[in-house]
């Protein structure tokens, strides 16, 4: 079955200090692969997208992801964080693209000034 | 352009009650979508539609119903509330290609007592 786990649930880091949220999928082919973060009590606003091509990819606020297909993962990463950045993370598979997407359980971060 | 627009924000039912949480579009998109989010389970489909008239189960499909008279509206029933469907509910819409961008509302925090 297809599945994704974020191993971290909490994450704390200080600001300015680098970043890597990780992000591990089951899935039986190269899978549509996204990263979301949504900050309190707002929906979910999407960071990044991997579909083909390079493995590593840019994302807004600074953000970027590196798809693994040996590890199967899926990687988020920032070199220096904001304490805008503050938020719960989901990284999330799509069997074919955006629809019917399957959501890890999510990584809050908090960030210390 | 409003987007995503869900309704109620936030509600609260007793237990047997039914009600219908609210989504629209404004984008004249295909793909719509409802996920719920619980704590430590990250977002979970229950019902999709590819277009209007057409609707599909998600993951977690019980003691919900849908449908999709219109591009526009893609209500979320719940039939007899029980306590396990308190969550927070969030609605997506999508253009309908695997290239572009999954739309959130806001979402709308259900309590069952």
């Known amino acids: 079955a297809q599945s994704v786990t974020q191993p971290d649930i909490h994450i704390t880091v200080s600001e300015g200090a680098s970043l890597e949220l990780r992000c591990n999928y089951s899935?039986?082919?190269?899978?549509?692969l996204f990263w979301y973060v949504q900050s309190p009590g707002q929906g979910l606003q999407l960071l990044l997208k991997y579909f083909s091509g390079d493995t590593l990819v840019q994302g807004i606020k600074g953000f970027e992801a590196e798809f693994k297909r040996s590890q199967s993962s899926f990687n988020l990463r920032k070199p220096s964080v904001h304490w805008s950045d503050a938020a719960e993370y989901f990284c999330?598979?799509?069997?074919?693209?955006?629809?019917?997407?399957?959501f890890g359980a999510g990584t809050r971060l908090a960030v210390h000034p | 352009n409003a987007g995503v627009t869900q309704t109620p924000k936030f509600q609260v039912l007793k237990t047997g009650q039914s009600m219908t949480l609210q989504c629209a579009q404004d984008?004249?998109?295909?793909?719509m979508s409802w996920y719920r989010q619980d704590p430590g389970m990250g977002l979970r489909l229950i019902h999709y539609s590819v277009g209007a008239g057409i609707t599909d189960q998600g993951e977690v499909p019980n003691g919900y119903n849908v449908s999709r008279s219109t591009t526009e509206d893609f209500p979320l029933r719940l039939l007899s509330a029980a306590p396990s469907q308190t969550s927070v509910y969030f609605c997506a819409s999508i253009p309908g290609q695997q290239n572009t961008e999954a739309f959130f509302g806001q979402g709308t925090r259900l309590t069952v007592v």
């Open positions: 899935y039986g082919a190269t899978p549509y």
């Open positions: 984008m004249n998109h295909e793909y």
């Open positions: 999330a598979v799509g069997p074919s693209g955006y629809n019917k997407l399957i």
